[in-house]
Structures are given as C-alpha cells and as structure tokens.
C-alpha cells in the first residue's frame, strides 16, 4: 500500500495492490521501494516478492490528483534476478525518464520503453 498526502488540502488516500489489473496474485505481497517519474507522471513501486507494478496518473494537468481514482494501475512485472532474496530493494527512473532500473541483491535490472508505431495502408 502506498500512501499519497496533499499537504494542502489536507487529504489523504492510498493506491494498493489489490487491483483488479494485478488479478489477485499480489494481495499478500508488500510493497519495499517507490520512484515517481515527474515527466511521465508514473510512479513505480518494487515489491518484497519481486514484482515491479505501475500506476500512471490520469490527469493531463500539473495538478496532483486527488484521490485513487486519479491512477490507472498497470500489469504487474515480475523481475528475474537470480538471487536468494527477490525483494525490489530499489528502483529508479533514468535515461531522460525512458528507463526503469530495479536492483535487489542478485543484481540489478533495466526496463526500458519501447514506442512502436505501425503504419498500414489498405
């Protein structure tokens, strides 16, 4: 569960891992490790079974949204690095927002986004 606070309005509310996108399988899973991606307006947690899961906020102003329903949830990734501890103990954005990099202590992990574009003519 992550905790999202608007200082100014003085509200609070929470973006869990029980979304129906992530279809149960991380229900008793905890989130370890965050990174907001300003540019992108994504942010990104790491869980302690390994997984990488997303939400991307809906709104197309600089305003920050002000409740859960502001968020999209994305398929949940699950990492593989060989290591006897999955736990995502840190992730961070780089690569002028492109890249994600998850690091636990078997390793570290790249994700990168990829935009495909298709062109058909009939």
């Known amino acids: 569960?992550?905790?999202?606070?608007?200082?100014?309005?003085?509200?609070?509310?929470?973006?869990?891992?029980?979304?129906?996108?992530?279809?149960?399988?991380?229900?008793?899973?905890?989130?370890?490790?965050?990174?907001?991606?300003?540019?992108?307006?994504?942010?990104?947690?790491?869980?302690?079974?390994?997984?990488?899961?997303?939400?991307?906020?809906?709104?197309?102003?600089?305003d920050s949204p002000s409740d859960s329903d502001g968020w999209e949830a994305k398929p949940p990734f699950q990492a593989k690095i060989e290591s006897n501890n999955s736990s995502m103990g840190y992730i961070e954005w780089g690569g002028q927002s492109n890249i994600l990099n998850a690091i636990n202590q078997g390793g570290s992990l790249i994700l990168s986004q990829t935009v495909l574009k298709k062109k058909m003519k009939s």
Do not use: H, P
Not at 2 to 20: C, G, K, M, W
Not at 30 to 35: G, L, P, R, Y
């Open 1 to 62: 569960m992550i905790r999202l606070l608007n200082l100014e309005q003085d509200e609070t509310y929470v973006l869990t891992l029980a979304e129906d996108v992530f279809g149960g399988q991380l229900m008793m899973d905890k989130i370890v490790s965050i990174a907001f991606n300003q540019k992108k307006r994504i942010l990104a947690a790491g869980t302690k079974n390994g997984f990488i899961v997303m939400w991307k906020c809906k709104s197309m102003t600089a």
